[in-house]
């Protein structure tokens, strides 16, 4: 089974940057796609942004400009660069890895609190 690992949340200043990674351990398969979701206190859990294994990316409009997806395969990796960040993007940030064969793995959540 593919166990995702997720690291990187915390405490941020409005306007500071943080970066968010998920590693996957245990049984790899060709990877599909990779994308990170949120979910904030009293909402849905939200799409934020994904990376297709053709390298495309895509963003929710509320982040544009401001995330960056990427990831690094050798690694079993993928990254989320939060910059210019505000106190409506605190959540509690998770990453999903989509596999061929209709696969698809959810790591635990790190909490990220953007506050003065």
């Known amino acids: 089974q593919v166990q995702l690992v997720e690291s990187g949340g915390g405490l941020v200043q409005p306007g500071g940057s943080l970066r968010l990674s998920c590693a996957a351990s245990?049984?790899?398969?060709?990877?599909?796609?990779m994308g990170w979701y949120r979910q904030a206190p009293g909402k849905q859990r939200e799409l934020v942004a994904t990376?297709?294994?053709?390298?495309?990316?895509g963003y929710a409009d509320s982040v544009k400009g401001r995330f960056t997806i990427s990831r690094d395969n050798a690694k079993n990796t993928v990254y989320l660069q939060m910059n210019s960040l505000r106190p409506e993007d605190t959540a509690v940030y998770y990453c999903?890895?989509?596999?061929?064969?209709?696969?698809?793995?959810w790591g635990q959540g790190t909490q990220v609190t953007v506050s003065s």
């Open positions: 245990g049984s790899i398969f060709s990877i599909k796609a």
């Open positions: 990376i297709t294994r053709s390298g495309s990316t």
């Open positions: 999903k890895y989509s596999y061929y064969g209709n696969y698809e793995y």
